[in-house]
């Protein structure tokens, strides 16, 4: 099994619709999640932190479900311009764990 | 927010060259930093950590003589790629650690190095 996994995708949503995706983690001792975003071509940007009560940044809530192990990111509202893959990270015993990205595309 | 700068952005070299790339956090110290590669529609994949004066720890699978790493001081981290092959062309993307705890600091990414070999 893999340390962090996700859905590859891709995921085509409609502008406007809420579009949700998770990304599990085997590792029970991991201490930090983030979302980054990643444009084609281009180098990834943290998106946001994950805190264990989720929290929440505009249209984008991020949520973690430790007894599952999985966290997720949630879209509301979507935008052409949120088009590009999510990467989840999980950092544990000083090592930081990308899962393979989830690619979304937002049709006009 | 903090700036990690890489150099070069593109790079064309003819096969058994040398590469090297550059990974500069340029407004603070980073003790720590990543080098990942990634190919076409694939996600990153971590290649070595870099630690400011120790060597580096590579990741399994990874050869050491041939991606060379050197973390001479806290603001610069060099990749060599040795004797590059076609098939070491690639997206290579450095990261630097901010804080330096690895389990709860902010990770920033160099622009990253697109390397062609002929």
């Known amino acids: 099994r893999k340390e962090v996994e996700q859905d590859p995708g891709p995921f085509n949503v409609p502008e406007g619709a809420t579009v949700a995706f998770n990304c599990t983690y085997s590792n029970s001792a991991s201490q930090s999640f983030f979302w980054y975003r990643q444009d084609c071509r281009k180098e990834p940007k943290l998106l946001m932190s994950?805190?264990?009560s989720g929290n929440e940044d505009g249209r984008f809530t991020a949520q973690l479900n430790r007894a599952s192990q999985y966290i997720s990111l949630l879209i509301r509202d979507s935008k052409l311009s949120d088009s590009a893959t999510y990467l989840c990270?999980?950092?544990?015993?000083?090592?930081?764990?990308f899962g393979t990205g989830t690619r979304l595309t937002i049709i006009p | 927010g903090a700036v990690v700068s890489q150099h070069p952005s593109w790079v064309i070299c003819k096969s058994g060259t040398s590469v090297k790339i550059e990974c500069r956090s340029l407004d603070f110290q980073a003790t720590t930093m990543f080098w990942y590669r990634q190919f076409p529609k694939q996600s990153l994949m971590l290649m070595a950590t870099s630690n400011e004066g120790s060597k580096a720890t590579y990741e399994q699978g990874v050869e050491k003589d041939k991606f060379l790493i050197n973390h001479a001081s806290l603001t610069l981290s060099t990749l060599t790629v040795t004797s590059a092959h076609p098939e070491d062309s690639s997206f290579y993307i450095c990261?630097?650690?901010?804080?330096?705890?690895?389990?709860?600091?902010?990770?920033?990414f160099g622009e990253g190095s697109r390397l062609t070999v002929l």
């Open positions: 990261s630097a650690l901010h804080e330096g705890d690895p389990n709860t600091g902010e990770l920033f």
């Open positions: 990270v999980v950092t544990g015993n000083e090592k930081l764990t």
């Open positions: 994950v805190y264990s």
